[in-house]
């Protein structure tokens, strides 16, 4: 029965609460234990003295309904359904964050996002020197630690890269937009570079990265198959640039469809991780390891809408989209709606978890952690938020226990807040005008009706558990940047278009009769996009790299956005030179520009001048009549290609200074 649910359930599953609890079929441990002491005392392994394996496959962006065993139509994920078959299927694990650098932070530390050290998206952002993860959790007990795919918790040159944080190794990607190329000219293993032959960056090459990250996992798990390992696989498929091999099988299923090339690609790149999953699992076979280890299978942030149009504006496969029901999932990807969160939830482990169940208790990343720790007998940092869920995955016999619920999950992301206790869902959006919403999701998983009106004592209580889980954030810290900016250029190598540089060499703007940029003090912005760190202050830190973006996050901020700068005193105001971005991309490139000079940062009433910037990478320059003043405003009125966004990677204010 339980096998038949797992197959044909719908969301909620309706037999999946008949599950929860002591109701779930349990396997029954022979031997009688304690919570107290490690599982491992206890269950009878295959090798009574060592700990149990853990593997955790991570799939960036698979989303809740793009695999087969949820019913899509068109995606195809033959092992992963098997592996749902064989073991214990969760239907309601959410993320930590919704997004990738900060809940693969929740999901190293156990921490949830109000406390967590890496809180944007940036791509960078360190852990904490010293900071606890789970492999430095599980080191002392002698397992060998290894992690494969991409990082998203420090860059290099921070104390946030993994091989100070417990892994003997991690091979991959460190910084997240070097990960968004599949043929990057190098990876990194444990700070440094290996070199990738035949790639120059962006979308084509010789050596398909995720084909040697999974190799090294493989080789890791056969390294090490005399002691405990934890391999933990936060594989880049099929997030990132949707690139895959032609002559991967994965293609031949999907290269006839009538469908957009790069949403054939993206089906083609998540059957490629449901074959990823199989050689993990066969080759625990032929190792004769599968009893001794528990593997785990999860998507990271809720779904996005990829390849959406008029037919499909919910994306191309529907990722928030019952695609038995038609119901759906709230917003997505970036989002603390359940559209943000829901994610594929899976483990396996024969002779351990019986096969065919289903779970609809209520967990989230941060609670991996305690669940190893409960596992192997570790000992669980005492700063974490998360709780075991050993219980639920092995049963109350093996463990001692009954399993336990949240009293509260807490999520935090760019300004928004959201809380949930027992079926209860509160939000609240992003801005000073933002009220608490509530949603009752045992009958409305799609928060549709705002209940907050009628629920005014659970709301309190809810936004009391808010108040008291967030702490201001403390990131870690960079000794140097230059490397992390270098893996950050190597997503385009060498392979950018003639208008752009190679690495390291960018176009500047000229430096004749320019106020001195570190003079320059930024008064106000319009808004920047904080989650891919491209700051309002980038546009005059004097350094072409950086780049000031206007948000698109959780909405594009539509025109004028407008910056406005302090000369530090009194100049002749006579040119304003501009320089676009110096990636590979043009959002954000300004076109129709006006710029004000004043004595007062709060009132600007005539432009100086007014210009329309060209598409192009080197710097350009409008040229007026001097105007004499402090404060210098730049209003951006429209984009080269007609998007509501802005972006600059520096501007130049070109003036003599007046001696009052
Ligand atoms: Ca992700
Ligand atoms: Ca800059």
């Known amino acids: 029965m339980t096998k038949q649910c797992v197959l044909n359930c719908v969301d909620p599953c309706p037999a999946g609460s008949h599950f929860r609890g002591q109701t779930l079929i349990r396997f029954a441990a022979a031997a009688i234990v304690t919570a107290s002491l490690p599982l491992t005392d206890h269950v009878e392994a295959a090798d009574d003295s060592r700990q149990p394996n853990i593997v955790y496959i991570m799939s960036d962006e698979l989303a809740y309904y793009e695999v087969s065993y949820m019913g899509h139509p068109q995606i195809q994920t033959p092992r992963i359904d098997r592996m749902v078959a064989e073991g ?369 004592d659970a709301l309190a209580t809810m936004v009391q558990f808010a108040d008291d889980a967030h702490t201001d954030v403390v990131e870690g810290v960079f000794h140097s940047r230059t490397e992390h900016e270098r893996d950050r250029w190597a997503k385009y190598g060498t392979s950018r278009d003639a208008n752009s540089k190679p690495p390291g060499k960018v176009n500047l703007i000229p430096p004749e009769g320019l106020v001195t940029p570190s003079t320059l003090k930024l008064v106000r912005f319009s808004s920047e996009n904080r989650g891919n760190r491209k700051f309002a202050r980038n546009a005059i830190d004097g350094n072409p790299y950086t780049i000031w973006h206007s948000q698109f996050l959780p909405k594009a901020e539509k025109h004028p956005h407008e910056l406005v700068i302090d000369l530090g005193a009194r100049y002749s105001v006579r040119e304003l030179r501009y320089l676009a971005r110096q990636d590979n991309g043009w959002n954000g490139a300004i076109a129709k520009c006006e710029v004000y000079v004043s004595d007062a940062p709060d009132e600007f009433e005539e432009p100086a001048a007014s210009t329309t910037f060209k598409k192009k990478r080197t710097s350009q320059s409008v040229e007026f009549k001097p105007v004499t003043g402090r404060y210098v405003l730049i209003r951006a009125l429209s984009e080269v290609s007609g998007q509501p966004w802005a972006s600059a990677a520096e501007f130049g204010i070109v003036g003599e200074r007046v001696r009052d």
């Open 88 to 456: 214990l299927m969760f239907t309601n694990a959410l993320a930590g964050a919704p997004v990738c650098a900060p809940l693969r932070c929740t999901l190293m530390t156990g921490k949830h996002a109000g406390h967590a050290s890496v809180r944007q998206n940036g791509g960078g952002t360190p852990l904490r020197e010293g900071e606890e993860t789970i492999a430095s959790m599980l080191k002392p007990l002698g397992y060998a630690t290894g992690g494969f795919g991409k990082w998203g918790c420090g860059g290099r040159g921070s104390t946030g890269v993994p091989e100070k944080h417990g892994f003997d190794v991690f091979f991959g990607y460190y910084d997240q937009v070097h990960a968004h190329s599949f043929y990057p000219p190098y990876l990194i293993r444990n700070s440094q570079e290996v070199p990738l032959k035949g790639n120059r960056g962006g979308r084509s090459g010789e050596t398909y990265s995720h084909y040697e990250i999974m190799n090294a996992s493989l080789q890791f798990i056969r390294d090490n198959k005399d002691r405990p390992f934890f391999c933990y696989l936060p594989i880049t498929p099929p997030h990132g640039m949707y690139d895959i091999p032609e002559t991967d099988p994965a293609v031949q299923l999907y290269k006839d469809k009538d469908w957009p090339s790069e949403a054939k690609n993206y089906a083609a790149m998540v059957t490629m991780v449901d074959r990823n999953v199989g050689e993990v699992l066969d080759l625990l076979k032929e190792l004769e390891l599968e009893e001794n280890t528990i593997v785990f299978f999860a998507g990271d942030n809720g779904g996005q809408d990829r390849f959406k149009s008029k037919e499909h504006p919910r994306g191309f496969f529907g990722p928030n989209v019952n695609p038995k029901t038609g119901v759906e999932f709230r917003a997505g990807k970036g989002s603390l709606y359940e559209g943000g969160l829901k994610i594929p939830s899976l483990v396996r482990w024969p002779g351990r978890i019986k096969p065919g169940q289903v779970s609809d208790l209520v967990w989230y990343q941060p609670d991996i952690l305690p669940t190893l720790a409960e596992l192997s007998g570790a000992k669980a940092p005492a700063d974490i938020d998360g709780m075991s869920i050993l219980p639920e995955i092995l049963g109350k016999e093996a463990t001692g226990r009954d399993q336990e619920s949240h009293k509260y999950l807490y999520w935090e992301f760019v300004g928004q807040t959201a809380v949930r206790m027992d079926q209860w869902k509160a939000y609240r959006g992003r801005g000073p005008k933002a009220k608490w919403e509530l949603y009752d999701l045992d009958k409305d998983i799609s928060e549709t009706s705002d209940i907050a009106g009628d629920y005014p």
